[in-house]
């Protein structure tokens, strides 16, 4: 079982930036794929990011293709997402997931097999 943990959340305005970890404990966590997905009121969570268990592939929603960034240091057990231009409908909670999934399921909630608690990113215009 793997525990994740999210931090790096916040208020922050338009055209700024933030950097969200993904803190892991648990068996075998670096050999995980680990996504970023949001959720904003009212609205699915939607997949934003992933990143293989050896960080050489990565997947991006366009959405956030060439603003959002995601990395991942399996010293530390951490996942990052490093977040640039922000923008007022970025607001959402973000989560951070680990997954044992193909590449192919990375835009897949249900491939996730463990979730973090979310957190909060509030961008202002």
């Known amino acids: 079982q793997v525990q994740l943990v999210e931090s790096g959340g916040g208020l922050v305005q338009a055209g700024g930036s933030l950097r969200l970890s993904c803190a892991a404990s648990?068996?075998?966590?670096?050999?995980?794929?680990m996504g970023w997905f949001r959720q904003a009121p009212g609205k699915e969570r939607e997949f934003l990011a992933a990143i293989s268990w050896r960080g050489s592939d990565k997947d991006y929603a366009d959405s956030v293709k060439g603003r959002f960034t995601i990395s991942r240091d399996n010293a530390k057990n951490t996942a990052y997402l490093q977040m640039n231009s922000l923008k007022p409908e970025d607001t959402a909670v973000y989560y951070c997931?680990?997954?044992?999934?193909?590449?192919?399921?990375?835009?897949?909630?249900?491939?996730?097999?463990?979730w973090g608690q979310g957190t909060q990113v509030t961008v202002s215009s």
């Open positions: 648990g068996r075998a966590v670096s050999t995980y794929a």
């Open positions: 997931g680990a997954s044992y999934g193909s590449r192919a399921s990375w835009r897949i909630q249900s491939t996730y097999n463990n």
